[in-house]
Nanobody, 121 residues
Framework: QVHLVESGGGSVQAGGSLRLSCVAS????????MNWYRQGPGKQRELVAT???????NYRDSVKGRFTISRDNAKNTVYLQMNSLKPEDTAVYYC???????????????WGQGTQVTVSS
């Protein structure tokens, strides 16, 4: 079992910055991919950014150049640096991890509880 705890959300004005963190805890696990998703009011959950175990990253088009995902494998932590925030970035942000496919992890996936980000104009 892996437990994810996010932090760093809050309220900012447009153009501001926030840094989200997500720490994974548990025993006997090995993380492959770490992701940040978000779900805005009345919207479906969407993938924001992803980082592989080797540090390869991908972003949705709307956040490219503004958001940066990074990870610290020694701390089982993933970060999302969000700059030049816009009102449309307002959402609950969720951390998601996918474990390695080999036993005993079998590619299991886990979610954090979410952290609210509100951007005012």
């Amino acid at each position: 079992q892996v437990h994810l705890v996010e932090s760093g959300g809050g309220s900012v004005q447009a153009g501001g910055s926030l840094r989200l963190s997500c720490v994974a805890s548990g025993s006997g696990f090995s993380i492959n991919v770490m992701n940040w998703y978000r779900q805005g009011p009345g919207k479906q959950r969407e993938l924001v950014a992803t980082i592989s175990s080797r540090g390869n990253t991908n972003y949705r088009d709307s956040v490219k150049g503004r958001f940066t995902i990074s990870r610290d494998n020694a701390k089982n932590t993933v970060y999302l640096q969000m700059n030049s925030l816009k009102p449309e970035d307002t959402a609950v942000y969720y951390c998601n991890v996918v474990l390695t496919s080999a036993p005993p992890n079998y590619g299991a996936t886990y979610w954090g509880q979410g952290t609210q980000v509100t951007v005012s104009s």
